[in-house]
């Protein structure tokens, strides 16, 4: 999810993504930044908060679906339909309390020119670890598929200077490298 408002970004794409609103988060797969996985006390206090996400997720939801699923009866309505209602209501308030590393499924499509900006941005040094190791996946997989289309994709600097000036990594011989396969 935190993922996903980096990728929302690039506008001219456009994405399809699970909802969390009316499906169930039985059980929530997430992401462990490499950081937090580095360090084995911050490991165990992350996967603890994920966990407690998790027992709250599931603890709201069945309170809401109890106090919604009652309401729908009062209502008239059959306890069928009660309880289909009751559950969509109540993970739309539950999956609140849901951390931003929760995993989701998306479809993303771009047009190619907008792909290869994405990349530009994307695959440089100074992204985001996360969009930054997808965006490589993709490229790798789009050379694959169009290898002349797709011949100087990367970041900026594997076609031309670093647009970041001070802020460069300074690996731009490395980045040519990796990226001219």
């Given at each position: 999810?935190?993922?996903?408002?980096?990728?929302?970004?690039h506008?001219?794409?456009?994405?399809?993504?699970?909802?969390q609103?009316y499906?169930?988060?039985?059980?929530?797969?997430?992401?462990?930044?490499p950081?937090i996985?580095?360090?084995?006390?911050?490991?165990?206090?992350?996967?603890?908060?994920?966990q407690d996400?998790q027992?709250?997720?599931?603890?709201?939801?069945d309170?809401?679906?109890?106090?919604?699923?009652?309401d729908?009866l009062?209502?008239g309505?059959?306890?069928?339909?009660?309880?289909?209602?009751?559950?969509?209501?109540?993970?739309e308030?539950a999956?609140?309390?849901?951390?931003?590393?929760?995993?989701?499924?998306?479809i993303?499509?771009?047009?190619?020119r907008?792909?290869?900006?994405?990349?530009?941005?994307r695959?440089?040094?100074?992204?985001?670890?996360?969009?930054?190791?997808?965006?490589?996946q993709?490229?790798?997989?789009?050379?694959e598929a169009?290898?002349?289309?797709?011949?100087?994709?990367?970041?900026?600097c594997?076609?031309g200077?670093?647009?970041?000036?001070?802020?460069?990594c300074?690996?731009?011989?490395?980045?040519k490298?990796?990226y001219?396969?």
């Amino acid at each position: 999810r935190s993922l996903l408002a980096q990728l929302t970004r690039h506008r001219i794409a456009s994405f399809t993504v699970k909802s969390q609103r009316y499906v169930k988060e039985e059980q929530f797969e997430y992401v462990t930044p490499p950081e937090i996985k580095s360090i084995p006390e911050a490991e165990e206090k992350y996967i603890k908060s994920m966990q407690d996400a998790q027992k709250y997720y599931n603890e709201l939801a069945d309170i809401l679906f109890e106090k919604h699923y009652q309401d729908f009866l009062s209502q008239g309505l059959d306890e069928k339909s009660a309880k289909n209602k009751a559950e969509k209501k109540a993970i739309e308030d539950a999956r609140y309390v849901l951390p931003n590393s929760c995993s989701t499924q998306l479809i993303m499509t771009f047009n190619a020119r907008s792909l290869y900006n994405f990349f530009t941005l994307r695959c440089c040094d100074r992204a985001q670890w996360e969009i930054r190791e997808v965006a490589r996946q993709m490229l790798m997989l789009c050379k694959e598929a169009a290898p002349l289309l797709f011949k100087n994709a990367g970041p900026a600097c594997v076609r031309g200077k670093c647009p970041e000036g001070a802020y460069s990594c300074g690996k731009a011989a490395e980045m040519k490298k990796l990226y001219s396969k």
